[in-house]
């Protein structure tokens, strides 16, 4: 149980939070990212406390080959949102990031009008660890600037692989951004990414590329057919747009907010959030449960020769993970 000066402390922070400001925000985003036990533990308390606070907001995921635009669609269409008097949050989930570098950091530039609009708030994930852990903060993020009254929050993915599964995990609509142009760019969207997305918008379909945008987009809507859709109760479109002339970013809201419309009306929304919140518990268990395996120095200095004893045939695995459990204690 909390202490009472604690229990105070946490109390005007979620007050804080609450009345949007935006310095106490960044403040309890660096608590929840932080490692140290006395943090976590604050952190934990004070989402437990905005929990009531939280999930009016449109959570949109969005991925894309590097080169798409995914940040200039970004800057484009948060920028329409604000000017509707929304509040847009934008987070990423890349596990590779450090603080002095990372895709959002360097992507500001290609985010002027945001990062300059009193009405959107931009973060990148936190300075390094695990997909996991990283996916796990971003989700508390969100959390959090929720509660603090940002009702859309556009989560990029700017790792590989897993990251889009992650994004796609803690968002209610999938966006997938591709290229003008057909053939190679048709290979190289992943099946299991396009087996996602709620909707593929080709990006750059301006000036010279206008043809080939339109061609690529029947190709992948011809390519969608093929596969299970994601949802019962809804078929992706595929568009085109330009993030760089603004033409059919309305266009592409519209599709998110009527997505939205449907998956709430079906109840498929409310179920879809409550197994996301699930797996959301057990991914931040194992990485608690994990953390120990990176920072404890005699674990770290043990598990080379573990793992070659292993290798080599001298312990079986399960005697291994024994070896393990009695060093971790557990």
């Not at 609509?173 to 099946?191: C, H, R």
């Not at 595929?238 to 309305?250: D, H, K, P, R, Y």
Request: aromatic share 4%; net charge positive; glycine share 8%.
């Amino acid at each position: 149980m909390a202490s009472p000066a604690l229990s105070h402390d946490i109390e005007r922070l979620a007050r804080d939070i609450r009345g949007g400001d935006r310095a106490v925000l960044s403040r309890a985003i660096t608590l929840v990212e932080s490692k140290r036990a006395d943090h976590r533990h604050t952190a934990a308390a004070l989402i437990q406390a905005l929990l009531a606070a939280t999930g009016k907001a449109v959570r949109v995921g969005i991925t894309g080959a590097p080169g798409v635009g995914k940040s200039t669609l970004i800057d484009a269409l948060g920028s329409m949102l604000t000017r509707q008097s929304r509040k847009v949050a934008v987070l990423a989930v890349d596990p590779s990031s450090r603080r002095t570098g990372g895709s959002i950091l360097a992507d500001k530039t290609r985010m002027a009008r945001l990062a300059n609009d009193a009405k959107a708030f931009i973060r990148p994930s936190p300075s390094s660890g695990t997909l996991g852990g990283v996916a796990a903060k971003t989700r508390e993020t969100m959390l959090l600037c929720e509660a603090a009254g940002y009702d859309v929050v556009l989560v990029e993915t700017v790792g590989v692989g897993q990251s889009e599964i992650a994004v796609a995990d803690m968002t209610d609509f999938f966006l997938v951004l591709a290229l003008p142009g057909a053939g190679d760019e048709l290979q190289a969207l992943k099946k299991g990414v396009v087996e996602l997305a709620d909707m593929i918008a080709v990006n750059k379909a301006d000036g010279d590329n206008l043809a080939r945008a339109k061609l690529a987009a029947s190709q992948y809507g011809a390519a969608l057919h093929i596969l299970s859709p994601r949802s019962a109760n809804w078929s992706p479109p595929v568009i085109t747009c330009s993030a760089l002339t603004g033409v059919g970013i309305e266009t592409l809201w519209e599709h998110i907010l009527d997505h939205r419309q449907r998956l709430t009306a079906s109840g498929e929304l409310a179920a879809r959030r409550g197994e996301q919140q699930v797996k959301w518990m057990w991914t931040m268990l194992e990485e608690r449960l994990f953390a120990p395996l990176r920072t404890d120095r005699a674990l770290k200095a043990a598990l080379p020769r573990i793992e070659a004893d292993v290798a080599a045939g001298r312990v079986a695995p399960g005697t291994a993970v024994e070896q393990i459990a009695d060093l971790l204690g557990a």
